[in-house]
């Protein structure tokens, strides 16, 4: 039984509470899906990128390196970040992400329409939807990353430059800093609502492009910009805290993990590393809520500016 209706108007508990009715209803076949398709380049990555960070920390833990060599650290950093395993865990990872994306959205879209949910329609509907997550997760994100990168520098320069002054040129940067500092807060909240609704924009309107995906979602959020900027909030926190779960452990493990390089006492805290480590992406997977209360909250506003679900039904009654 399909219980959750998307095309309909929600309020911002709404959105919340359905999520979690759907990810209930569909907890076995969307976790199989995930953990299929997903969960493996994700694991993949992890290994590595646990690997190196242990090696890593173990030099940094060592007193004589670091004494002989002052430049060490930036060696290390080098070392570890500027080869060919980083890279192939940073792509793995970024493989793992796009697929967490398209099984997600494929089995919204099979669920909404009334098609399959099993693990292996959802991999065959999904596959002519990744070019298209792709473009729109790779160019949202490259759009949000420049915005914050301008939005920063402008802040960054302005404070140097008030500075500089004499007199109350002090006074005036920090408080400058200050209000710049939750103006950024704010854009960069703002910028992330419309990056998170325009996935489901481009997936229902494949014609429109970015660009015109950022317009559309503009018009929707019209009145009802606060109201996403909460559910967006809300639900980062809820993800989370619900993943303090998986990664509680890892940062334990690593803080002693560290004490045991020092001791020499390290086999058992490295296994223990590398186990909580890995085990920590599995909460990755969690990433999945705020993908599906995004398109419940995408179709609450189509709904509410546009009528569409009202539509359908009355032209299937006619």
Known sequence: MRSVDFKKTRALGDVINDTFTF?????????????????????????????????????MMNPKMMEENPGALLDLYSQTFLTPYFALSLLALLIGYLLLYGVTITFIQQYICGGSLESSDIWQN??????????????????????????YMILIF???????????????????????????VIAVLFAGLVFQLI?????????????????????????RWWQGVGLLFLMYVIVMVMGLIFTIPATIITTFAGVAVVSEMGII?????????????????????????????????VEEKEGAGLSERIDEIL
Not at 39 to 47: N, Q, R, S, W
Not at 203 to 216: L, N, V
Not at 285 to 292: D, E, G, N, P
């Open 23 to 59: 990810v209930r209803e569909n907890l076995q076949p969307l976790g199989r899906a995930l953990v299929l398709f997903v969960l493996p380049p994700l694991l993949f990555g992890a290994v590595i990128a646990t690997g190196m960070s242990g090696e890593l920390l173990a030099k």
């Open 126 to 151: 999904m596959q002519g939807k990744l070019g298209r997550i792709l473009s729109t997760v790779l160019g949202g994100g490259i759009l949000f990353f420049l915005l914050f990168l301008v939005l």
């Open 158 to 184: 302005a404070i140097l430059g008030l500075s500089t002054l004499g007199g109350g040129g002090a006074f005036a940067a920090g408080l400058f800093a200050c209000c710049g500092v939750i103006f950024l």
């Open 199 to 223: 996935i489901p924009i481009r997936m229902e309107k494949p014609e429109i492009g970015i660009f015109e995906s950022i317009s559309y979602a503009r018009g929707l959020l019209v009145g």
């Open 269 to 301: 805290w490295k296994v223990l590393f590398y186990i909580t480590n890995v085990i920590s992406q599995v909460g990755s997977l969690l990433q999945a809520m705020i993908i599906i209360s995004f398109f419940l909250y995408f179709y609450s506003l």
